[in-house]
Structure formats: structure tokens, C-alpha cells
């Protein structure tokens, strides 16, 4: 049963293009314990191999086999009421969360489920692990959080949950997008960058 929401939201995460092949993760909290996707595993084709099972808060035998985004997820299950935890890289997303500081939708879609999508992290990094406490601070007051140049965090009850706010989140910047080809991005859009800053190093 467990295999099976994994593999049903992995399948169409891929599918609708929000995780490249072995990208994104999936993780859901039973009581103390999380089973996160393995390391490398490639969400559209997964098996229970694919499934590590370690605590939520101390490591043991199973740890280094989880995704390297563990302690992210681990931060969101500490500071939030969530049970489930999805990581993807949305493109649409990732394209304005290196123009602008938070996402305002415009399409009523996104207006209903959303006032903002926060962008977290001054600069493009390639790991998201040192801000794993930023991302789930932002958490709390939002489903999604999209990290700069990255991907999104989405935290919520279910893993089928998660999936809906992460494609809606594409679908209104997907909108956005089209609206900036067009010229006509719109007023509500705040905190626009016009200087992107670069990490020295990527970790």
C-alpha cells in the first residue's frame, strides 16, 4: 500500500516532466520513523528497494542509503504538523524563482490555493541541505517553498497532497511565464532581482 502511493505520484511527478530522472524525492512520517526515497532512485520506475526506512530524528544502519535531502525533510517533519514531504524541479518555477523573491499567482487556480509561494536562498546552489531550516520555517505559513534556482518543497497530509500543490505551483508559474513572453507580467509581482548572486562553490 505504501509502494503504491509512492510509485502512483513518483509515476506521474515524471510523467508531467516536475522531476528529471533520478531527481526529487519522496518521504512520508509514520510516527518516529520516515521512509524517504533511496539515493538515486528514479521516481517513474520505483520499487521497494527504492524505499529507506530511518528515524526522524537519529540516524542508524539505513541513513546513508536515504536521499540526500534526508535532513531537509527530517527539519519539515520537525517543525511542521506535515506526514508527508515531496521534493521535485518544476521548470516554470525554477525559471522566476531567479527573478523574483516570492511567486504571486494570477490564474485562478492559483489564486485559490495560494497568496504566495515564498522563494528562500540568496543565491543558486545545487544542494539544499544547509537551508533545511529556512525551507522549513517557510513551511509553516505555506504548502510549497521554492528554492532558489533549484526546486520546491512541498509539505502536507498525503503524498497525493503534496503532488497537487506542487503541480498547481507549475501550472500558475507556467502561466506567469507565458504572461513575461507576452510582455504583460503584471503589478502584483514583488521583489524582482535584477542582479542574480552566485555562490562561490556549489556543495
Not at 524541479?89 to 523573491?101: E, R, Y
Not at 545545487?126 to 505555506?142: C, K, N, W
Amino acid at each position: 500500500m505504501i509502494l503504491a502511493q509512492f510509485q502512483t505520484v513518483g509515476h506521474d511527478l515524471s510523467v508531467r516532466g516536475i522531476v528529471p530522472a533520478h531527481c526529487g524525492d519522496l518521504s512520508i512520517r509514520l510516527g518516529d520513523r520516515v521512509i524517504i526515497t533511496r539515493r538515486g532512485s528514479t521516481l517513474a520506475h520505483l520499487t521497494d528497494l527504492d524505499l529507506v526506512e530511518t528515524g526522524v530524528e537519529r540516524n542508524d544502519r539505513a541513513t546513508p542509503a536515504a536521499s540526500p535531502t534526508l535532513a531537509v525533510h527530517r527539519a519539515i517533519y520537525r517543525e511542521t504538523e506535515a506526514q508527508a514531504v515531496l521534493h521535485g524541479h518544476p521548470a516554470h518555477a525554477i525559471a522566476l524563482s531567479l527573478l523574483w523573491d516570492e511567486i504571486v499567482p494570477v490564474d485562478a487556480l492559483g489564486i485559490q490555493h495560494f497568496e504566495r509561494i515564498p522563494v528562500v536562498g540568496r543565491a543558486i546552489t545545487s544542494s539544499s541541505r544547509d537551508m533545511a531550516d529556512e525551507i522549513a520555517q517557510a513551511l509553516r505559513s505555506s504548502r510549497v517553498v521554492l528554492v532558489r534556482g533549484h526546486g520546491c518543497f512541498a509539505a502536507g497530509q498525503l503524498l497525493e497532497e503534496c503532488h497537487q500543490w506542487v503541480s498547481c505551483v507549475e501550472e500558475s508559474c507556467r502561466i506567469l511565464w507565458l504572461l513575461q513572453c507576452m510582455g504583460r507580467g503584471g503589478p502584483r509581482h514583488r521583489g524582482r532581482r535584477t542582479v542574480l548572486p552566485r555562490a562561490s562553490s556549489l556543495s
